[in-house]
């Protein structure tokens, strides 16, 4: 696990629907009546909610469904729950009263709203083999124009829909540019996949690689093409998506 502190930003995700897997265990939860359920995603990009196609979670990896407080539960790993009572996030005194439990492939299938996104009907949740469950909430937002990790793993669902169980146009939702830079255009991800010739994610060196160059890029070199910080500077829009969301109750300061 990493050294150094890191300021996440907790974007909530609405469930909209749950999939067919989740229906019956959700209705025979106790304590979820009344309550908004949201999946927590945790970016270090909040200037890029506006291009999410899609949220991942690891099929394998164990997840909760924990009461924040008597309107809100919050959907991620124990892990992160406890980090987020320890950060008072959930008005319980420290505690994070868990309401439900499963592993992520019962998820999928499930739509979710993403805050900002073009997608206004919501996206849905789809397996990435790649999540950790030491880092975050283990909930990853999907924005395959500026993470190679989501575009090579959004290309590799439509790919083979049937192996991962999925319907092939969740994994399809159309992809806009959201951010320019001058070295890889209006969409850094799949130019750099292309370039760096990355044809799977488990392509794990040339992703590590890509994710760096597309990280610097778009933070020193971003122009917003999209929404209300459109024209401006990245680095200069970045604290303020993230302020509009922390203010519009969609997100919240998230660390570890
Ligand atoms: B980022 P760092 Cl557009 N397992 O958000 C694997 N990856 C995870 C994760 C987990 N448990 N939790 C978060 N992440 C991803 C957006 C994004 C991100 C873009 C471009 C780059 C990028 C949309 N996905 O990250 O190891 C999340 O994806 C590249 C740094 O803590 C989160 O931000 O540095 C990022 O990794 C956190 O990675």
Redesign the pocket.
């Known amino acids: 696990e ?1 050294v150094n502190p ?1 300021e ?1 930003t907790g974007v909530k995700l609405e469930v909209l629907e749950w999939g067919n897997d989740a229906k019956d265990l959700i209705a025979s939860t106790k304590g979820l009546e009344g309550l908004k359920v949201y999946m927590v ?5 909040p200037e ?1 909610m506006y ?1 999410q196609t899609c949220c991942f979670v ?1 099929p394998k990896i164990d997840y909760g469904i924990f009461k924040v407080n008597d309107k809100e539960a919050y959907l991620c790993t124990p892990r992160a729950a406890r980090n987020m009572a320890f950060q008072r996030i959930f008005e319980h005194d420290g505690k994070f009263p868990q309401l439900a439990s499963f592993q992520g492939s019962v998820l999928i299938g499930t739509l979710v709203n993403a805050p900002l996104s073009v997608h206004k009907d919501g996206v849905r949740i789809l397996p990435m083999e ?14 395959p ?3 190679p ?2 575009y090579a793993t959004v290309m590799d669902l439509a790919k083979k829909p049937e192996y991962y169980k999925i319907q092939k146009e969740w994994a399809e939702l159309e992809i806009v540019p959201i951010i320019k830079t001058p070295s890889y255009g209006e969409m850094s ?1 799949p130019y750099l996949v292309k370039e760096l010739k990355i044809n799977s994610p488990k392509d794990k060196d040339a992703l590590a690689k890509a ?1 760096e160059l ?2 610097k890029e ?1 933070f020193y070199q971003g122009i917003m093409l999209i929404g209300d910080y459109k024209d401006m500077e990245v680095q200069k829009a970045k604290p303020l998506v993230r302020e509009k969301l922390i203010g519009q109750g969609l997100a919240f300061v998230y660390n570890e």
Do not use: E, I, P
């Open positions: 990493a890191q996440y995603a945790a970016t270090l990009r890029t291009g690891g790649t999540v950790l469950a030491t880092k975050g909430t283990g909930v990853v937002t999907c924005v124009s500026d993470s990790d989501d991800a994710k597309a990280y778009g």
